[in-house]
C-alpha cells in the first residue's frame, strides 16, 4: 500500500483488535486479532548415533488472525509466537479443523467388527 494511502481506510473486520495509527509504516498496515493460547504438550524427537529418543515438552500454541491491508485473504496463524510457525488462508484452516477433528474422533470410536 502507498505510504500516501489513508489510513486507515475503512473499518476493521469485528476481530481486529490492533491499535492503527495514520504515521504506521506501510508495511505494518494490517489487521491482527487477539491472540489465543492454547496450553499442549508436545512430543520432541532427537536423533542421536545411539537410536532415537523422544521427551514431552510444554508448548503454548498460539493461534490468531491477520490480514494485510489491501489484500482479501484473512490468514490464520498457528505457532509458538516465536521460531515456530505458519499461516494458512481462512478457507484452508477451515479445513484443517475439520480434518483434525474428523482424526482425533477416531481415537474413542468403537473398532468396526
Known amino acids: 500500500m502507498p505510504a ?3 489510513w486507515p481506510s475503512g473499518p476493521c473486520p469485528s476481530w481486529c483488535t490492533r491499535p492503527h495509527a495514520e504515521d504506521d509504516h506501510p508495511d505494518d498496515r494490517a489487521h491482527t486479532s487477539d491472540g489465543v493460547d492454547v496450553p499442549a504438550i ?3 524427537t532427537t536423533f542421536a548415533p545411539g537410536g532415537v529418543a523422544y521427551r ?3 508448548i503454548a500454541l498460539q493461534l490468531g488472525l491477520h ?3 489491501g ?3 484473512t490468514w490464520v496463524y498457528i505457532g509458538d509466537g516465536e521460531r515456530r ?3 494458512v488462508g481462512a478457507t484452508d484452516a477451515r479445513e484443517v479443523a475439520r480434518a483434525l477433528l474428523r482424526l482425533v474422533s477416531a481415537i474413542d470410536a468403537p473398532r468396526e467388527a
Do not use: N
Open 4 to 6: 500516501s494511502s489513508p
Open 42 to 44: 508436545e512430543r520432541v
Open 56 to 58: 514431552r515438552a510444554a
Open 85 to 87: 510457525g505458519f499461516e
Open 67 to 69: 490480514q494485510v491491508v
Open 71 to 73: 489484500e482479501e485473504t
